[in-house]
DNA sequence: TTGCAGCCTCTACAAGTGTAGAGTAGGATC
DNA sequence: GATCCTACTCTACACTTGTAGAGGCTGCAA
């Protein structure tokens, strides 16, 4: 599963999201895909995702003069790389203050409370039965 | 309270918890408190936070030939600006799934798992009461 | 009054990122 | 064969970030 966490930057995310959804694809296709959201021309997509190629975050595969793209990194990964950059630089690597702080900073619907809880139903579970072990 | 979140970069959180803590201070100060942790010169440290200051991010009196530094965003506001970027980025702006990812991914001692599910319960009361009103 | 200690300002530079134009090569079309 | 479309490669440039040296001003100590 390779390298820990590259952090992407906010272009990179915006490919990424394109690749995961459409991989194996070609630049052009991650271009037009995008065109909506940003305004970018072919060339800058092309550069981003050479670059990234170049990181380990795609992988490509070369089939005649038609360069095929496939993320090297899975979403989880990236997603997780990202949380934990966030709660190590802006909570002092603390996860229950960040919970917390997400918690009390918005609003949530009866329904996601309710799953929210589940979860943490389900986690108790889980560790009173790592701890009886 | 002014703009809404600049993002800062890994140094700039690294000052920025030195002058949360420190404020009002000078550079010197803040690349002492640092010390430790980060091997920076003097030069480093003041270019840094004079950048900052140039966004905003910083306020700055001087006073002689001495610049004391405050900081111009609450560590609330600054957590928030991460916090919203990463569900915006990695999550697509969807707070559950990112709550989720979370409790799912670490370990929580019993401890935590009580604060959190006391959190829900108030998170829960609150919404009702707002529904009813 | 001469230095020294502190803190400051200026300037610089390399790497990384966002952005894109200009030109090229291969396959399809007339 | 000439043309055209498509995807590609190369090159470039400006801005941001990390990093820091060189040299300047000021007040206190000797």
């Known amino acids: 599963?390779?390298?820990?966490?590259h952090k992407l930057t906010e272009a990179e995310?915006?490919?990424?999201?394109?690749?995961?959804?459409?991989?194996?694809c070609a630049?052009?296709?991650?271009?037009?895909?995008?065109?909506?959201?940003?305004?970018?021309s072919y060339s800058t997509v092309k550069t981003i995702m050479d670059r990234m190629a170049a990181k380990g975050l795609?992988?490509?595969?070369?089939i005649r003069n038609l360069v095929l793209y496939?993320?090297?990194?899975?979403r989880r990964q990236a997603q997780r790389g990202e949380?934990?950059?966030?709660?190590?630089q802006a909570f002092n690597g603390a996860l229950t203050p960040m919970m917390q702080f997400l918690l009390e900073g918005h609003d949530f619907t009866?329904?996601?409370?309710?799953e929210l809880e589940a979860l943490i139903h389900k986690?108790?579970?889980?560790?009173?039965?790592?701890?009886k072990r």
Not at 58 to 62: G, I
């Open 1 to 5: 599963m390779a390298r820990a966490s």
């Open 110 to 114: 009866e329904q996601q409370l309710g």
């Open 83 to 88: 949380v934990m950059r966030t709660i190590k």
């Open 70 to 74: 496939r993320s090297a990194v899975t």
């Open 27 to 40: 630049a052009p296709t991650v271009q037009e895909a995008l065109a909506g959201a940003r305004k970018w």
């Open 13 to 24: 995310w915006a490919i990424m999201q394109a690749v995961w959804k459409l991989q194996p």
């Open 123 to 131: 986690k108790r579970r889980q560790s009173s039965k790592r701890r």
């Open 58 to 62: 795609l992988a490509t595969e070369k």
